[in-house]
C-alpha cells in the first residue's frame, strides 16, 4: 500500500499531478480543492494516497491531509459513489463543510458537488449520518499535513527545501463532541448541535462552542 508520496512536482491540472519520487513519476488523481493548494511545477509536494486496485487499473488518490483521506474512504463505501466522487465531494464542501453537510442532514449541499444528483446526496447524508461524528471528533488527530518533510528526508535537488509546518490549530469541533458525548448526548445529535453551533461567530473556542451546543441540544418548552 502507498500510503505517502514526496517528492517534485513534474506537470500538475486541476484533477491530477504528476510527482517524480528518485526518478519514478507517479500520477496521482486529487480534487480541483487540492489542486489549488499546491506548490508550482519544480517544487516539492507531499501527498497521502490511497492506491485504488482493479484487474485493469491501478490508480493512486492524493490528499494533503489524513482527515480528507479518511473522509474520502467514507465516502466511497457508499453505493454509487466512486473514488472520483468522492474526491468531487471533498472538492466542494472540504472536510469540515462535509461533516457539517452529513451532521445537519444537508442533502442539498451534497448535490452541490459535480456529478452528484439528489438521490445519491441522500444516501450519501443517510448511510454516514452515524458515521461522520467518529471522523470529526477524531479531526484534531487527523489534521495532519503531508508536506513537513524531516530533516533526514532527502529532498528533491530541484526542489527548495520546505521547513517543517506548525502543529495543527486546536480543533474546537472535535473537543465540544467529545465532551456532549461524555455527557451522555448520542454521536449524531452531538454532531447536529456543534455544526449548528460552529456557525455562531461568538463560539469562537470550545467552551463557548460546547455552551452554544447545549443551548441548542436543550428541551424547547
Known sequence: MIGRIAGTILHRAMDHVLIDVRGVGYIVHISDRTARSLPPVGEACALYTELLVREDLLQLFGFPTLLEKEWHRLLISVQGIGAKAALAILGTLGPDGLGRAIALGD?????????????????????????????????????????PVLEDEPTPKSAKPRTAMPAPKTNFTAEALSALTNLGYSPSDAAAAVARASEDPDASDTAKLIRTALRLLAPKE
Open 107 to 147: 442533502w442539498s449541499a451534497v448535490k452541490s458537488a459535480p456529478g452528484v444528483g439528489p438521490k445519491l446526496a441522500q444516501r450519501v447524508v443517510l448511510e454516514l449520518k452515524d458515521k461522520a461524528p467518529t471522523v470529526m471528533a477524531l479531526g484534531a488527530d487527523l489534521t495532519v499535513d503531508a508536506m
